[in-house]
């Protein structure tokens, strides 16, 4: 639950009145079946990167993409990356922030 409990922590720290009242952060499922993440990230220290589509994949039952476009960190995965997926953001913040 560790993850869960630093997702809500930054949504917390980041909710300035206006942001929040947005999509913030959206969970959804895919078909493949799977997972896709959108976080907003445009009042955040990483408001102006940009990184292309990375797709890592080992089969069709371990898979991952990641990118961060138009001020929005995106990613999906398999089945069980749920977490992983929310540990690549919580990553990217730590290692841009510190």
Same mark, same amino acid.
């Given at each position: 639950?560790?993850?869960?409990?630093?997702?809500?922590?930054?949504?917390?720290? $980041?909710?300035?009145?206006?942001?929040?009242?947005?999509?913030?952060?959206?969970?959804?499922?895919?078909?493949?079946?799977?997972?896709?993440?959108?976080?907003?990230?445009?009042?955040?220290?990483?408001?102006?990167? $940009?990184?292309?589509?990375?797709?890592?994949? $080992?089969?069709?039952?371990?898979?991952?993409?990641?990118?961060?476009?138009?001020?929005?960190?995106?990613?999906?995965?398999?089945?069980?990356?749920?977490?992983?997926?929310?540990?690549?953001?919580?990553?990217?913040?730590?290692?841009?922030? $510190?």
């Amino acid at each position: 639950m560790e993850i869960l409990d630093w997702i809500q922590n930054w949504f917390k720290d $980041n909710c300035d009145g206006d942001w929040e009242k947005g999509e913030a952060i959206q969970i959804t499922t895919l078909d493949t079946p799977g997972w896709e993440i959108e976080i907003d990230i445009s009042k955040t220290s990483i408001a102006n990167i $940009n990184i292309n589509w990375i797709l890592n994949e $080992n089969g069709p039952q371990d898979w991952y993409g990641v990118k961060i476009e138009n001020q929005k960190f995106n990613a999906s995965g398999d089945s069980g990356k749920l977490k992983f997926l929310l540990g690549l953001f919580k990553e990217m913040i730590e290692k841009i922030e $510190n």
